[in-house]
């Protein structure tokens, strides 16, 4: 059965505090890596997919890279308003592109 | 376009009742799903439409629930005879292609009291 796990499950950072969150997937024959965001109260928002080992993609103040058995979500000098659930998946339905997520970080960023 | 719509926001109703849920998704999107979200947890994964045809179920919805998209637009998800492992937040999420990710709408939470 198809597998994310999500680390750390909570993060503290202070504004300006760089860090990486951690997400390990399972599925052989990576069909596709997603990242979302997802505030309280709110449906996820899409932030990036990757496809294969050592690709990369940016967005302001995150980035997300691929290893064969993992992903990181660097975020360089995080604002309060990055404070929010990050949510990592693999596509585990091929073509039908069902999602299989982790639990999640809780990341909350001090002013 | 104004993103996916889910209606209602909120809905609370008693064990055994049947509740109805309505989601529309972006206009030219024609793949259309369904997750469940419950506290402290990522989405799961229900079911999934390629515009009216329903092509995937998870082995997680019981056959109390029940999913349709008439005419490739807009979707219902019904739940029969609620019970209280029922209450979580019910996404909808649309996409034209999957590898641009999905656009979720914002939910409706379900409480059955």
Same mark, same amino acid.
């Given at each position: ?8 499950? +909570?993060?503290?950072?202070? @504004?300006? &505090? ?9 599925? $052989?024959? *990576? ?21 294969? +080992?050592?690709?990369?993609? @940016?967005? &302001? ?9 993992? $992903?990181? *979500? ?38 | ?113």
């Amino acid at each position: 059965e198809d597998q994310v796990t999500q680390s750390p499950e +909570a993060l503290r950072l202070q @504004e300006g &505090e760089s860090s990486s969150l951690n997400c390990s997937y399972t599925v $052989s024959g *990576l069909r596709g890596l997603f990242w979302y965001r997802q505030d309280p109260g709110k449906g996820p928002e899409f932030l990036f997919t990757l496809y294969s +080992a050592g690709e990369e993609k @940016e967005k &302001e103040r995150l980035k997300a890279t691929l290893t064969k058995k993992e $992903s990181f *979500l660097h975020i360089t000098a995080p604002k309060p308003e990055d404070s929010a659930t990050y949510l990592c998946a693999e596509n585990s339905g091929g073509s039908n592109y069902k999602l299989t997520f982790g639990k999640g970080t809780l990341l909350t960023v001090n002013p | 376009d104004t993103g996916v719509s889910q209606n209602p926001r909120h809905k609370i109703t008693k064990r055994g009742q049947n509740v109805t849920f309505r989601c529309d998704p972006i206009s030219e999107h024609n793949r259309l799903y369904w997750y469940r979200q419950t506290l402290g947890q990522g989405p799961e994964f229900l079911t999934y439409f390629q515009n009216e045809a329903q092509l995937e179920k998870s082995r997680l919805l019981s056959d109390r629930f029940s999913a349709e998209r008439p005419k490739g637009s807009f979707s219902t998800l019904e739940i029969q005879r609620t019970e209280q492992g029922d209450s979580a937040m019910y996404l909808c999420a649309s996409s034209e292609q999957g590898d641009y990710g999905y656009t979720f709408g914002s939910g409706t939470r379900l409480t059955v009291v």
